[in-house]
């Protein structure tokens, strides 16, 4: 079965495919590689149209799986990548799209995002982002491990308010984006982008996550991505190389989890305390 895309509209009209694939640990090992092209061909074939890249995965060779499995089907994806602090210049962010784009094998990035904090001003990073919209080499720009007080600094620099996106932390297990910062984005009309939503698979054997999948036909992953998409300015990124897994990934879309659902996720998972910083993986 193929998915249809619900989009996640953010800043500026932007529109991002609410669930996307992961890529973190592709391109650390030369006899996987087949293996992690096939898997994102696979997740476009089943209807993923977002992939979720940085220059940081496998030093670039991540970039480069990407760009061999979206081959001839550019049109059918919604490109992420990232920029790493050590890079976020001014000059060194545009050497550093301009080094992805050749890993991607493409001429544009839809979102790029600075992949955390660093050592350089925002407004130098912000600047380099906006030439290099204006230049047609990347769409949209964001942030990516941001707590609420980072996005208030964010959007106090010049040309920071044109970050739609701030990707985090976000699962069962880690929901310290609740305590302020899903408020913040929502009100602000900032995406929020769920990374590791299946805590890297340490949630998976949960009995209770593993009795509401049962319920609703699905896999416990399936139900744990599905709880991070719950709200609409969502996105979320599994990351899954076995073809089961992907398919349990997509399955995600078609779960509607009840208020029963909710509850039980909460007794288990319980929300974050009051002051609960954004933990980072
Ligand atoms: N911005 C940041 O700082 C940041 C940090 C971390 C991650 N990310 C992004 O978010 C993406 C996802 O996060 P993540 O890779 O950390 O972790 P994740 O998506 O929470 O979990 C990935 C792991 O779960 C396994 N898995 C996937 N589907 C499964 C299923 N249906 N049943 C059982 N296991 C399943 C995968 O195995 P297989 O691969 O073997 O299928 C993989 O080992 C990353 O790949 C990256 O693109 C961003």
Redesign the pocket.
């Known amino acids: 079965m193929i998915m249809t895309q619900r989009m996640v509209r953010a800043r500026g009209g932007t529109l991002i495919p609410a669930l996307g694939l992961?890529?973190?640990?592709m391109g650390e090992c030369e006899n996987r590689r087949q293996d992690e092209i096939a898997a994102l061909q696979l997740g476009l074939d089943v209807g993923f149209s977002l992939i979720?890249?940085?220059e940081m995965y496998g030093s670039g060779v991540a970039e480069q799986i990407v760009g061999e499995a979206i081959r001839g089907r550019r049109d059918e994806v919604f490109l992420v990548s990232?920029v790493l602090p050590s890079n976020s210049s001014r000059k060194g962010t545009i050497n550093a799209v301009e080094r992805s784009l050749k890993h991607l094998n493409c001429d544009h990035i839809d979102l790029y995002l600075l992949?955390?904090p660093g050592p350089y001003p925002l407004e130098e990073t912000f600047e380099a982002f906006e030439r290099l919209s204006d230049e047609g080499k990347i769409g949209r720009y964001g942030v990516?491990?941001f707590d609420t007080d980072g996005m208030e600094e964010v959007f106090a620099t010049r040309r920071g308010e044109g970050v739609c996106v701030n990707?985090v932390?976000y699962?069962l297990a880690q929901r310290a984006a609740e305590d302020e910062l899903m408020a913040w984005c929502e009100m602000n009309d900032v995406a929020l982008m769920a990374?590791?939503?299946?805590?890297?698979?340490s949630i998976?054997e949960d009995s209770v996550l593993n009795e509401i999948a049962n319920r609703h036909g699905v896999?416990a992953?399936?139900v744990a991505v599905a709880w991070t998409m719950r709200f609409p300015n969502i996105v979320s990124?599994?990351?899954?190389?076995?073809p089961?897994?992907i398919r349990?990934?997509a399955a995600a879309y078609d779960i509607a989890l009840t208020e029963e659902d909710l509850d039980a996720m909460d007794r288990t998972f319980p929300p974050p305390m009051p002051g609960t910083r954004l933990s980072?993986?």
């Open positions: 992961g890529t973190w640990r979720d890249t940085a990232k992949h955390w990516s491990n990707q932390l699962n990374y590791s939503p299946l805590d890297q698979g998976l896999t992953a399936a990124i599994p990351k899954a190389t076995a089961n897994h349990a990934c980072v993986y």
